[in-house]
């Protein structure tokens, strides 16, 4: 049986990123998978989330997924920290991880730089909460953008440890799923960063709740080189900003990069950003005008991932029981 985990963190705005990276994928995967989609709110505070602005986000995410087109009954689709297992596994996981394992993730040497002393548990624990997500349901596929990796390789670390160390087969070896074109979606500002929520510059991203006017200028604004547009992919070596720019726009119309680049080759490069800007507001517009009608209809999105939770709840406490019972626990 194969299904599906993702999950997603309610710490800043949903940007293109985001959409390209991962929901988009998963509006497709729901077709053919059972699919359980998170939003990750016990990763979120790993960094200091001001507690108001964390559950505005929450919201604001799943009404992005749901705009974006995840049917909330179809699939699980839930918060965290509303359902415990994730915690509980998570903790037995701290005991399977090595510290060694979990000091080389890049992710976790970038955010604490030279601050090592500093930072919280959490955010060098993160790894084990993640694999803990994945395997408390036993999930078997697990779409992410190229950045999460590592991460992924660390959930079959602890699966595999896990299992060789109680000599019992509970945990699959979950693989990543690195999908679509725009794997790894660029700042607007430095095409040398990734496009994030945490960039302190709004004109380095593209917000799923931009209007268009502000997706406009955004992407008139965007860096680019002063040579012309690049017609071939072998133009693109060290023109890391032409390169995202024409990566997005072929994502953005489901197409070849080299596709893509044959459609406006010959054009300025003002003129092919008005395009990449058309073409934005066509994929963004809808799920922007769907995002704001669920703003105004909180109680509704609350109770999608209530129900989410109790769903997840129920597929979760089996596999808590039976490591419970592996690792020796005294059960009442
Ligand atoms: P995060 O915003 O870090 O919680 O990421 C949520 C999901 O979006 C993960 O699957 C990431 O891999 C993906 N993602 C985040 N930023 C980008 C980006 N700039 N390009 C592509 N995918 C991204
Ligand atoms: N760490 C992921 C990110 O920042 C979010 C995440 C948490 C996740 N748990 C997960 C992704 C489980 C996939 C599966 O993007």
């Known amino acids: ?41 016990m ?13 505005a986000q929450t919201r604001e995410l799943a009404a992005g ?5 995840i049917d909330p009954e179809k699939n ?20 399977v991880a090595r510290m060694g394992w979990l000091s080389r993730m890049t992710q976790f040497k970038e955010k604490a730089g030279k601050n090592k002393e500093n930072v ?7 790894p084990c909460l993640m694999a803990a997500d994945i395997l408390v349901y036993k999930a078997t596929h697990v779409p992410v953008g190229e950045d999460q990796k590592q991460h992924l390789e660390l959930a079959r ?74 017609e071939t992919a072998e133009e693109l070596v060290d023109r890391p900003e032409a390169a995202n720019l024409l990566g997005i726009y072929a994502a953005l119309l489901g197409k070849s990069l080299d596709a893509a680049m ?12 008005s395009r990449l800007a058309d073409a934005a507001v066509s994929v963004l517009g809808p799920i922007n005008a769907e995002m704001a009608r669920l703003r105004q209809d909180p109680g509704y999105v609350d109770g999608v991932l209530k129900r989410g939770g109790e769903k997840a709840a129920a597929l979760a406490r089996p596999v808590i029981d039976e490591v419970y019972e592996t690792v020796g626990f005294l059960r009442p």
Request: contains cysteine; charged residues 20%.
């Open 1 to 41: 049986m194969n299904r599906i985990f993702s999950g997603i963190q309610p710490s800043g705005n949903l940007h293109l990123g985001n959409y390209l990276g991962a929901m988009r994928n998963w509006v497709d995967l729901q077709h053919d998978y059972e699919c359980i989609f998170c939003m990750v709110d």
């Open 43 to 55: 990763h979120a505070i790993t960094v200091w989330q001001d507690p108001a602005a964390l559950r």
């Open 120 to 126: 919280s548990v959490g955010l060098f624990a993160y």
């Open 65 to 69: 997924m749901i705009a974006a087109g």
């Open 76 to 95: 699980v689709l839930f918060v965290q920290s509303q359902v415990p297992a994730h915690a509980e596994l998570a903790w037995v996981f701290n005991c």
């Open 157 to 230: 670390d602890v699966a595999q440890k896990f299992n060789s160390d109680y000599g019992k087969d509970v945990f699959p070896l979950p693989e990543p799923l690195i999908l679509g074109a725009a794997t790894r979606v660029m700042s607007l500002r430095d095409g040398a960063k990734k496009m994030s929520k945490s960039d302190p510059s709004d004109y380095a991203r593209i917000n799923m709740s931009d209007d268009a006017d502000t997706l406009a200028l955004k992407i008139r604004k965007a860096k680019t080189d002063p040579l012309p547009l690049p």
């Open 262 to 273: 044959a459609e406006v080759a010959g054009l300025s490069f003002a003129d092919f950003k």
